[in-house]
Each structure stands twice: as structure tokens, then as C-alpha cells.
């Protein structure tokens, strides 16, 4: 009888070296012919079938080898008794595992071969049902169900799961059971809950690109809660996994803001989704995000942009939706809403408010609330026509989802822009007019100017800027109608913020240098840069010096300067010979003409580049965080981040130009973009 030790080929002991060709030719031929006797008697031939075994499973190829063994087995069942051969069988499974290599052989053999045929050769050389067989039939059985998951993989805009789980019988029925005779509902239950492992932490791992797909990811969403439903277990390598990636693709400096946002955004819906009501999971899955937004300079004042903006942003899309839908006030406990669970039971979840959870990370409703009102009041501010009805609308919707107390000052803002436009209409429309004066060089078409009245405790504190002096024209306009408002709204008076306003006017120069034909440009800037051009025009055409400049003006010599250059800038102002005069004739570009010998053009060259590069570095930080934007836009957000903004939308728009020139940045129909 075969020993339990097994040697290769190389090392048997000489008797154990199998019979040749030939003599196993002889043992057939013999039993042929009918022989009963052979020489060596009964364990001859139990030797020699031995031998034959160990050389038959040694073969070049597993296919081989189970063909020869199942032959030796046949020709040897007819000396042999049946028990006899049922221990040489019993070698058979131990000789082929001993094989180098024996899973992967017998792995490409399942996957080569017809399993009815495989199934009935083990069967008689009984490897059937063998613990060997039976792991390669699992690796194999395994292998066929991930290709069928990873045939899922990257396609998370319709459902698979149903599909995977469909496939377990039919690779069972061609697979497993002609190879083994097992327990079916066993085999398909193990199946179904390797199926939820793997396709769970697919679909984990590929959670970021499900985010960015969102909503139109639904459907994988759907599959991995069933997955989270069957196997708890992944809720842990979700965290994980989304935490990483988050982290690697999406917090960074080069993504822009309103993208982290809305990402977040999306994130939140869809943790909701896989686990609903579960705001502890929102919390693990998206921590991450909610730092890094927090400690993100611009995020908190974008945020309430994409809150009052109407349709202007990619932001002010999301937002919208969330600040529409009438919910409790943002300081109550969120809503509970009753839901069928998996089990069929019903059970109280608390709603996901979106709405509540940014401002929340955004420092809470009081200072989300504290930043709306400043960037309401720039935006009043910047509505001269007194058209605030946008305002008024996202203010209303704020109101129902912050209440009315802490919005209260921001209704009065609002108030004020309406009573304003009042009482102005009411001024012009009596013809109570101011007496104006006249001013060399200088036709005033203006009979009374208008203002914003703003009620000074409700509104956010103005900078405190050095006082500056307008020219009497713009003066006797302003006193006119503080003088008609203190008659009728006794006993509260108008006090003027200093340097705060614009003026329109008309520019006349000649076309050329023949100076035959005049031309006019129409120009809106702020009170001191329209103060400092109506000096230089009555004292034309001798001009003024700087000093002189600051004289009439109260105000130091270098702030003239810095207002003065936003003229020079245009060419509607020259210096020579330290002395500002006005323009003659229009020139093309802008720049400052060449002067005296004391470099004081040098001088304002270079705070002129020096004031349009900080500008250039305020449009490029505005363009990355709000995308392609027009004129308007990046003028209006220039006003309100930037402390002393004097350029004018003409100047702007060279600047913008130049930067275009340059390759900073890229122009697209009316849109300007940074141009990495």
C-alpha cells in the first residue's frame, strides 16, 4: 500500500519508481488475454498501479495527469478488488495537490474546460467534493462575480447591483455544481454577501466621482445603501475612503470655492440618502470639507453672495432651492419626518437642512447674518437708479428661514433705499432747485443732486477716511438738499460721509491737434476725483500744482496724488513741469505725458503701476473664486473688497485688456477668466 510521504519525481525511493511504458503495456495486454495470474502475484500489481499514479499525477499538464489517473484506475479496477481501489482513489487528491502550482492549474482547467465533463472525470477519480477542489471551485466561483463587478466600475449613472446579483445562480448552475455536489442555498448565500462587500467598496472607493456626478448618481447611491444595509460593516471604509480622497482631490488651493460648496453640498444629500436621519454620518463624511471651509478666507463672504445673487453664480443656483424651501427657522431643532425603513417599520429621522448646516459652518446665523448686512449695504450703495427689488426679494426669503429679529436692521437698509428714492422724486419733481453758481470752464446741468439717506444706526460703519473737501459745485448741490430735507423732516438732518458719492459728468476735448472739432466723453467717478478735475478746469489753462491742489482740497499732498492719477490714467489730466493741467485734445492709451527734470512723472508712474498691479491681484482672486465674470461684476466686487477703489470703468477696462494682452487672463464673448 502507498506510504503517506510524498516525493517529487526525483526523490522516490528506487521501488517506487513507476513501470515503464512498456510494462504497463504487458499489465494491459495481460488482462486482455484473460490472465489471472501475473508474476509477483496481487501486491505486484498494487505496486505497480502505485507507480503508475505517482508518474500519471507528475504529468507535464493537470489535464494530463487526471486523464492518466482516471485510465490507471480503470485498467487496474479489473485485478484489483473494489476496496483496493478505493485507497489507491484515496491517493489521488494528495499526489495532485501536491503539484507545484496545483490552484492555478486547476483554476485555468475550470476556466478551459466543459464542467459537465470536468465534473464526471473527478468524480470517478474522486476529487469531487474534495476540500482542494472545493477552494479553487470558490477562487473561481469569486473570479467570475468580480468580473462581473468590475464591469460596473466607473459607470455610476445606472443601477447594477439587481443585475450582479441576478448572475450568482446561473454561474453556480455552469460552474459549481457540476463540479461539486453542495449545498446550493449555501453556495448562493455566500455568493450574494461577497457581492455586497466588493461592489460596496467599489463604489466607496469611488464615492468623489459619484459626489460630482450628483444627481444623476442616484442610482449608484441606491446600490451602495443596499450594500450599507447588508454589510454595516463598510460605513467604517466609507469614512475612510472619502475622507482621503476628499482631501487629495478637492481640498486644495487650486479648487475654487463655489466647486468645495457645491461638493459639499452634494455630499451632505447624498450621506443623507445612504443613511437617513443619521446627521452623525453627514458629520464623519464630510468633516473634512467643513474644516477647510471654515478656515478659507473667501468662502464665508461667497456664501452669502450665492444667498442674495440671483442666478448670477454657479452657487447662487444651489442655494437658491435650499433658501426657497419654508422651514423652520435656522435657531429651532430640525424637522422630523416619519420614513419605512428596510425592515418595513416606521421610525422619526430628522430632516436634512441644508441651508442650516452651511451657515453653521460659517460661523453660525449671527455672523452669517452680520456679513450679509455689509455686503447688503455695498450693494445698496452701488444702486444708484435706487433699484433694489433683488435685494428686497432674497431678503424676504432670508426672513423665513432666519427670522425676523435678526434681520432688522437689514429691513431698515432696505427702507432707506425706498425712502430715499421718495423723497428725492418729491424734491425734483416740486422744482425747488438750488441757485448754482458759475464756475469758469464749467456748465452745471445738474439742479439738485440725490442721496442715499441712511439711517446711521442701522447701517454698517462706513472706513474712516481723511476728510476731503468737494468743490463748491458739488457742494452746493449737496447742502441744497440737506437744507429741503431738514424743512421737512424736522428735527433730523443729512450729514455727508466724506469723500462718499459719484458724480457724472461730460468731458469736452478737441478730436486732434487741429483743434477744429470737439468731441465729449462721458465719465462717472467718485466726489474727490470729479472735486480735483473741476479745480483743473477753472484754472485753465495755467493748471495747478499739487500743493495747491491739496490746499483747496484739505488733504494731504499724497492723497491728491493717488486720486489724481486716476485722470492721468485716462489722459484727460497731464503733468509738466510739476503743474496738472487738463487735456486739450484726445489721445489714444493712457500714461503720463513726460515732465519736468525733478521726476515727479517717474514718481507717478510708479504709483500708478503699483496701484494696477494691486488691482490685477484683486481681479485674478475674484475670477478664481467666482469663474467668468463681466465688467460690472469684477468692478462691483473691486468696490466692495478693496479700501480705496478710484479707477473708473473705463480705466478698468484697459486694465482688464492689458491682462488679457499679457495671457493673465482670457476673454470669452463679455466675460473676462483667469488663463492658467
Known amino acids: 500500500m502507498l506510504t503517506c510521504d510524498i516525493f517529487k519525481r526525483d526523490e522516490l525511493p528506487p521501488k517506487y519508481h513507476p513501470v515503464t511504458e512498456e510494462q504497463i503495456t504487458i499489465i ?17 500489481k498494487k505496486m505497480n498501479a502505485e507507480r503508475c499514479l505517482i508518474d500519471a499525477c507528475q504529468s507535464s499538464t493537470l489535464a494530463s495527469s487526471l486523464h492518466k489517473a482516471h485510465n490507471i484506475l480503470t485498467h487496474y479496477s479489473t485485478w484489483l478488488g473494489h476496496e483496493t481501489v478505493n485507497t489507491l482513489k484515496s491517493t489521488i487528491p494528495v499526489l495532485i495537490t501536491a503539484r507545484e502550482n496545483a490552484e492555478t492549474e486547476l483554476q485555468a482547467l475550470i476556466s478551459s474546460s466543459d464542467a459537465c465533463t470536468l465534473g464526471e472525470l473527478m468524480k470517478k477519480i474522486g476529487l469531487q467534493n474534495h476540500p482542494f477542489v472545493k477552494k479553487v471551485c470558490t477562487l473561481t466561483y469569486r473570479e467570475r462575480l468580480q468580473d462581473q463587478i468590475r464591469s460596473a466600475e466607473g459607470q455610476v449613472t445606472d443601477p447594477h447591483l439587481d443585475y450582479i446579483l441576478s448572475s450568482t445562480e446561473a454561474v453556480y448552475t455552469a460552474l459549481i455544481h457540476p463540479l461539486m455536489c453542495s449545498d446550493k442555498v449555501k453556495w448562493l448565500a455566500e455568493a450574494t454577501d461577497y457581492i455586497y462587500e466588493e461592489f460596496g467598496k467599489m463604489r466607496c ?7 460630482v456626478e450628483y444627481p444623476d448618481s442616484m442610482p449608484a447611491l441606491v446600490d451602495l445603501r443596499s450594500c ?15 475622507k482621503d480622497v476628499v482631501k487629495k482631490r478637492l481640498l486644495h488651493a487650486g479648487a475654487k470655492t463655489d466647486d468645495i460648496v457645491q461638493l459639499y453640498i452634494d455630499a451632505m444629500k447624498a450621506v443623507d440618502m445612504l443613511f437617513p436621519g443619521q446627521h452623525k454620518a453627514i458629520d464623519a463624511v464630510t468633516g473634512p470639507i467643513q474644516s477647510y471651509l471654515r478656515n478659507r478666507r473667501e468662502a464665508a463672504t461667497l456664501f452669502v453672495f450665492g444667498l442674495i445673487d440671483d442666478h448670477t453664480s454657479q452657487l447662487s443656483e444651489i442655494l ?30 430628522r430632516r436634512l437642512d441644508v441651508l442650516k448646516r452651511l451657515v453653521n459652518t460659517f460661523g453660525g446665523r449671527d455672523f452669517v447674518v452680520s456679513l450679509y448686512r455689509s455686503v447688503l449695504a455695498d450693494k445698496l450703495m452701488a444702486r444708484e437708479d435706487f433699484n433694489a427689488e433683488a435685494e428686497i426679494t432674497a431678503l424676504e426669503l432670508l426672513k423665513v428661514r432666519f427670522g425676523d429679529t435678526p434681520l432688522q436692521n437689514c429691513e431698515v437698509m432696505v427702507r432707506d433705499v425706498a425712502e430715499s428714492k421718495r423723497f428725492c422724486q418729491m424734491v425734483h419733481k416740486k422744482g425747488e432747485f438750488a441757485e448754482i453758481p458759475e464756475y469758469r470752464n464749467i456748465q452745471c446741468e445738474a439742479k439738485m443732486a440725490t442721496a442715499l439717506i441712511q439711517s446711521k444706526l442701522y447701517w454698517p460703519k462706513l472706513p474712516v477716511v481723511q476728510e476731503f473737501t468737494p468743490h463748491p459745485l458739488i457742494a452746493t448741490l449737496q447742502d441744497a438738499l440737506a437744507a429741503d430735507y431738514g424743512k421737512r423732516k424736522e428735527p433730523r438732518k443729512i450729514r455727508y460721509q466724506p469723500g462718499v458719492g459719484s458724480v457724472s459728468l461730460t468731458v469736452s476735448l478737441y478730436s486732434d491737434s487741429s483743434m477744429t472739432e470737439k468731441v465729449s466723453l ?9 472735486s480735483i478735475l473741476l479745480h483743473l478746469g477753472e484754472a485753465q489753462p495755467q493748471g495747478l500744482g499739487l500743493d495747491e491742489l491739496a490746499e483747496l482740497c484739505t488733504v494731504a499732498p499724497s492723497v491728491v496724488a493717488s486720486k489724481i492719477s486716476y485722470w492721468v490714467n485716462q ?20 500714461g503720463i505725458v513726460e515732465g519736468d527734470a525733478n521726476g515727479a512723472d517717474e514718481i507717478m508712474a510708479a504709483e500708478d503701476e503699483e496701484a494696477n498691479e494691486t488691482i490685477a491681484e484683486f481681479v485674478d482672486g475674484i475670477l478664481r473664486t467666482f469663474g467668468p465674470q463681466d465688467v460690472p461684476f469684477i468692478e462691483n466686487k473691486l468696490q466692495a473688497f478693496m479700501d480705496e477703489y478710484t479707477k473708473c470703468r473705463e480705466g478698468l477696462v484697459a486694465l482688464l485688456s492689458g491682462m488679457v494682452t499679457t495671457d493673465q487672463l482670457h476673454l470669452s464673448g463679455d466675460k473676462y477668466s483667469v488663463k492658467d
Open 320 to 349: 437658491q432651492p435650499e433658501l426657497h424651501a419654508k422651514r423652520s427657522e435656522l435657531c429651532d431643532v430640525e424637522e422630523e419626518e416619519v420614513v419605512d425603513d428596510d425592515r418595513g417599520q416606521q421610525r422619526h429621522i
Open 228 to 242: 450599507f444595509v447588508a454589510k454595516p460593516s463598510l460605513y467604517a471604509y466609507l469614512v475612510t475612503s472619502a
Open 28 to 44: 494491459e495486454a495481460s488482462c486482455a488475454g484473460g490472465k489471472t495470474r501475473v508474476e509477483g502475484g496481487l501486491g505486484w
Open 571 to 590: 489722459s484727460l489730466v497731464v503733468l509738466e513741469n510739476g503743474v496738472y493741467t487738463c487735456a486739450v485734445t484726445k489721445t489714444k492709451g493712457s
Open 522 to 530: 462721458a465719465v462717472h467717478a467718485p466726489i474727490p476725483q470729479v
Open 205 to 211: 472607493d469611488e464615492f468623489f466621482d459619484i459626489l
